[in-house]
């Protein structure tokens, strides 16, 4: 009997925006974890970010002037900088005042527990699926999901490939390519969808 999804493929189900909007109705307004939790998902959802690498921001890595994200852990040890629309950097302010209460120092990461301490991969993989099921997402939700319906939706826009790769921090346009395909066959769907046929 099978007992783990390791080494299983699932398809790609990026999630809307209203599905998004419901995991962060689903965090608490009020706990400190609830607000933290809204931010990573604002976070993830917006910049596309890999889990490990949200995981991974310092607060010297924010540039709140310029709603930039600077990445300093990417794929194959890559650096980039990402941004980030005032929407989402509301609610991640909201928990770095937060943390100031708390008085968590600059030197722990941007995502940590309550005392400072670094937030595991673990703990996300399992808030995201609690969160879906409160909120009445039916959808498979992960941190990876987060990352595809960011993709989704640049293509979806018709936002050039190259920005899209840049963001991603792909190394090459050709994964990017193969990326947004296999997330959101958008452009090939419509162009069926557009072929008239009568009857």
Not at 59 to 88: C, E, F, H, Q, W
Not at 130 to 135: G, M, N, Q, V
Request: aromatic share 4%; charged share 20%.
């Amino acid at each position: 009997m099978r007992t783990s999804n390791r080494g299983r493929k699932f398809p790609a189900q990026p999630l809307n925006g209203d599905e998004v909007k419901a995991l962060l109705r689903a965090c608490s307004k009020r706990s400190p974890t609830g607000v933290r939790n809204a931010a990573l998902i604002a976070t993830l959802y917006r910049t596309g970010l890999r889990i490990g690498e949200a995981l991974s921001i310092l607060p010297r890595d924010l540039d709140a002037n310029a709603g930039a994200i600077r990445v300093l852990n990417g794929k194959g040890g890559t650096v980039r900088s990402v941004g980030m629309d005032p929407g989402a950097w509301a609610l991640l302010q909201r928990w770095l005042d937060q943390r100031a209460t708390l008085e968590i120092n600059g030197h722990s990461k941007v995502f940590c527990t309550l005392r400072g301490e670094p937030l595991k991969t673990s703990y996300v993989r399992a808030l995201l699926p609690r969160l879906a099921s409160k909120a009445g997402v039916e959808r498979r939700v992960h941190a990876h999901a987060l990352r595809h319906s960011f993709a989704a939706e640049l293509a979806a826009e018709r936002t050039p490939m190259n920005v899209v790769q840049t963001v991603l921090g792909h190394a090459n346009l050709a994964t990017t390519d193969a990326y947004l395909r296999h997330i959101n066959p958008v452009v090939a769907i419509e162009t069926l969808r557009s072929r008239s046929w009568c009857l």
